[in-house]
């Protein structure tokens, strides 16, 4: 049989046995033209969810014929006679899928395949088409363009038919945006046959590869693993040749690519650790088992089975830019998005695992999905599950919730800052910080369980790490009065803390502000009267230090120690340091320096015999040590090096 095409490219001549058959080409209807064109000229890299899309409508249409098996007995097969078969010729370059489902006549194959009209994707196309070569096709083509997504990699695709109950089959012919044309011919069995003739490879796209046995089977267990039906295949395999030794024979076999039952359709209580540790080491490309497994099958507003990880390290991309954050989408068992960022929040973003449910469509858009109110409840659902798990973890095995915490807790802790603290009262009991009492770890609640009764207010530190905090001079004398300091040791601590204000009713207190209220009333008295004595010298301290700090004062808090840096004002020391290293700080934010000598050290009495000269060479020692002692730089080190020399 000859094909021609005429060049008006409307009237297919078709010799046949020496009879000239003229059959008019028929034109797709205006949409569908548009989403073929798109197709056929698609830049999107993912080409190879054609396969996905085909097999899940062979999927669908051998859902129908079964359905219909169950009550209708002239419905010959069983349930194990349905499935899907891929052939692959590499000379022909073809890729052929076939499914004994439903079929279609010849008006079905007309209005299905002639009038595709996905309006979702249509309508996204043109709200984004200003700008001519923009990816559009790339967005859309992530969410399911259906029977069209052929056309990114055939040239020409044939769909032979045959209806359920019908004696004659049909086959759909197109090369293309000018038409189809639909023939009469020989079926024999109801089901669909799809021929693709793949496209000749160009220096972008090796189209080749969709015709070799690897590659198909690694698309067919990437994207349709859970179809129900079997997915066969021939496969040949090299195997030893029984007759000449050292030699390889070629071994053909029929084999199932898919493994037919999505793990999280099964009961809880068929699937074992290793079940799901596999799964999720295989799935997420993870050497280590995950910490934590869960799994749900959710009933009511939403009906969805999730199954959901929390992977032991980082995923080795996590802290770059190309991390991308979410959960696989399934619809029934197919799936139709990799990565469904809006069912994990931010500080979720560590989370690996999927969501399947009967309520999405498999061809919603991105656009769509995003205003899916299904999606929404049901992403919801996943937080709080998520939440309630980790509360689990924290109150039954404390070990593993702290290895978790030191690994993940930076992004709870961003997550009780994020958004104006939005999430700050159902994330801030599941915060673990190093603190001063020796038992390790503590929650902001157990913290409050032990606040002695003259305690009202939670203490923390800041600093680099949990041993620099332990060294501040400030430290001490909060711990003489028996009270517990948590030890901020990440940078957005302070900011998280302050989102949330106070816990239980009471308010949080950085010890290394000057405002510290620890003392009585006669302890205030008496540091008050101190101060105004000695304020001519202090203002002169202050004076020499030209600027650089907000005020000098003197202190009965520092126990044992001469100097230390306080602050006053909103922001701490800590917080200016990450405000000024925020990319596009201009460096203008300064903490209210306030320099505290200790009234009861030695040196208080040296400075108030010191003479002028003296007095400012001390002053800038002092002032170097105490930024020393905060984590500050000093701006001229060796000035303060020699000072020290000179003196000694
Ligand atoms: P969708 O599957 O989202 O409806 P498609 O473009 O993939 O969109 O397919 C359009 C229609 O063509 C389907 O709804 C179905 O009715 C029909 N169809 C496609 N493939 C087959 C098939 N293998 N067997 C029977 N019907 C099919």
């Not at 073929?36 to 669908?60: G, V, W």
């Not at 309508?123 to 992530?142: A, L």
């Not at 030794?245 to 793990?263: A, F, H, R």
Request: proline share 2%; glycine share 4%; hydrophobic share 35%.
């Amino acid at each position: 049989m000859v094909i021609i095409i005429v060049s008006t490219l409307v009237l297919t001549v078709l010799i046949c046995k020496n009879k000239v058959i003229v059959m008019r080409k028929k034109q797709f209807k205006a949409e569908s033209k548009k989403l073929l064109d798109m197709m056929i000229n698609s830049i999107y890299t993912h080409k190879e969810i054609f396969i996905r899309e085909l097999i899940s409508n062979a999927s669908d249409a051998i859902d129908k014929l079964y359905f219909r098996s169950l009550t209708d007995d002239s419905v010959a097969l069983s349930r194990d006679d349905f499935k899907i078969n891929i052939e692959l010729d590499k000379d022909a370059r073809t890729v052929i899928i076939s499914d004994n489902g439903i079929g279609m006549t010849a008006e079905e194959l007309e209005s299905n395949l002639g009038t595709i009209a996905k309006s979702g994707s249509l309508n996204f196309k043109k709200e984004n088409s200003d700008s001519e070569n923009s990816d559009d096709i790339s967005v859309i083509g992530q969410f399911g363009v259906g029977f069209y997504s052929a056309f990114m990699v055939a040239d020409r695709v044939e769909v032979v038919s045959k209806a359920f109950g019908e004696s004659t089959a049909h086959k759909w012919l197109s090369e293309g945006v000018d038409g189809y044309t639909i023939e009469e011919c020989e079926k024999a069995d109801a089901g669909t046959v799809i021929t693709l003739h793949i496209k000749e490879d160009n220096e972008n796209e090796s189209y080749s590869d969709y015709l070799e046995q690897y590659k198909i089977s690694e698309l067919v267990k990437k994207y349709s693993d859970y179809i129900r039906y079997p997915i066969c295949m021939e496969m040949s395999h090299q195997v030893p040749d029984p007759e000449k030794e050292g030699e390889y024979i070629t071994e053909l076999s029929v084999e199932t690519l898919n493994s037919m039952v999505p793990l999280w359709r099964k009961s809880k209580s068929e699937i074992k650790d290793e079940d799901y540790n596999e799964f999720y080491k295989s799935k997420f490309m993870d050497y280590s088992d995950p910490v934590c497994v869960i799994h749900s099958k959710t009933e009511g507003q939403a009906t969805f089975d999730a199954l959901m990880f929390i992977p032991e390290n980082p995923p080795y991309d996590y802290y770059s830019k190309e991390y991308e954050k979410g959960l696989q989408l399934y619809s029934n068992g197919v799936l139709i998005m990799d990565k469904c960022a809006d069912l994990l929040p931010d500080y979720f973003s560590f989370v690996k695992g999927l969501v399947d449910s009967a309520d999405l469509s498999l061809n919603i858009s991105r656009e769509m999905l995003q205003h899916d109110h299904q999606l929404k409840i049901i992403a919801k659902a996943i937080d709080k599950k998520l939440k309630n798990e980790l509360k689990k973890m924290l109150s039954n095995d404390r070990e593993k919730y702290e290895k978790f915490f030191k690994t993940f807790g930076l992004q709870l802790k961003y997550g009780v800052y994020a958004n104006y603290g939005m999430e700050k009262d159902s994330l801030k009991d599941l915060l673990v910080f190093e603190s001063s009492n020796a038992d390790g770890m503590t929650t902001l609640k157990e913290y409050v369980g032990r606040m002695a009764d003259s305690q009202d207010s939670i203490y923390y530190a800041c600093g680099d790490s949990v041993q620099k905090i332990s060294m501040l001079p400030q430290l001490d004398a909060v711990k003489e009065k028996g009270f517990e300091v948590l030890y901020f040791t990440d940078e957005v601590d302070e900011f998280a803390i302050q989102m949330l204000m106070e816990y239980d009713g009471k308010k949080f207190a950085n010890i290394c502000k000057d405002d510290l209220d620890l003392s009585t009333d006669a302890e205030k008295e008496a540091i008050a009267k101190k101060n105004e004595e000695s304020k001519e010298l202090l203002d002169k301290i202050k004076e020499a230090l030209g600027g650089e700090v907000a005020s000098v004062k003197l202190s009965d808090k520092l126990g044992s120690h001469p100097v230390s840096l306080s602050t006053e004002g909103y922001v701490s020391l800590e917080m200016a340091k990450v405000l000024n290293s925020m990319p596009g700080a201009n460096q203008g934010i300064k903490a209210q320096l306030v320099l505290e000598i200790n009234s009861k050290h030695p040196i208080a009495a040296k400075l108030s015999s010191a003479d002028d000269d003296m007095l400012k060479k001390y002053a800038s020692l002092l002032y170097s040590s105490a930024r020393l002692i905060a984590g500050l730089d000093l701006e001229n080190p060796t000035e303060f090096s020699d000072m020290i020399a000179e003196l000694i």
